[in-house]
């Protein structure tokens, strides 16, 4: 597993692991956007928009990061570096036959339309194509969620097929497109 990233620097964002420190910044974003990102997100209990929540989570997200497990990004604007507008999660790190892991993301209503998550994953991607040497991301969208399904075509996901009650979202089973990338420049490590 290569070192930790530090931050991932695109034209206009930070992409990088939270700290214990931007637990106040994390719960503001996910305060603001609680409406925002209700339709397209489990049911978060109220524990989930505290501080307490978040320190801890960014602590167990660095030693998941570390131990290559998973790496759950923030979304900064290089102008307020101190303010997230999104998150890029790559989970469920698989190693042997497979090299492969589940992406999910989300951005504040703000920022929607403006190119930021593809500027973001674009950079993340990289990454866990280069230096972490997996061979594919799977991303499953809602099929109502045409801007999500925009967005993956055009960092070239490709659609595998369509899932009946995949994943519990806002209190309900809902179907999912399934999609995925492979990395062209995979390496057999040694």
């Known amino acids: 597993m290569p070192a930790l990233p530090e931050p991932l620097r695109t034209e206009r964002l930070f992409v990088r692991l939270a ?5 106040p910044a994390v719960v503001r ?4 956007n609680r409406a925002f990102l209700a339709p397209w997100e489990p049911t978060r209990p ?17 030693i998941e ?13 290089r102008w307020a570096p101190g303010e997230v ?8 790190i698989t190693r042997g ?8 993301y989300g951005l504040a209503e703000h920022a929607e339309g403006e190119g930021y998550m593809r500027e973001a994953l674009t950079a993340a991607i990289g990454y866990v194509f280069g230096p972490m040497n997996l061979h594919r991301i ?10 999500s399904g ?7 996901f490709v659609v595998e097929g369509y899932a009946r009650d995949y994943l519990r979202i806002a209190g309900r089973w809902e179907d999912h497109v399934l999609t995925s990338l492979t990395n062209p420049d995979w390496k057999e490590e040694a």
Do not use: K
């Not at 131990?67 to 604007?77: H, I, N, T, V, Y």
């Open 97 to 104: 036959v497979l090299q492969a892991c589940h992406l999910g």
């Open 29 to 32: 974003y996910y305060t603001e």
């Open 65 to 77: 990061a570390a131990e290559g497990r998973s790496l759950r990004l923030l979304l900064l604007p």
């Open 150 to 156: 925009r967005l993956l075509r055009a960092l070239g």
């Open 138 to 147: 799977m991303a499953n969208h809602l099929p109502h969620n045409r801007r």
């Open 85 to 92: 507008i999104g998150t890029a999660n790559f989970t469920e």
């Open 19 to 23: 700290t214990e420190a931007d637990a």
């Open 46 to 62: 109220e524990a989930f928009y505290t501080e307490p929540f978040w320190r801890e989570h960014a602590r167990r997200a660095r």
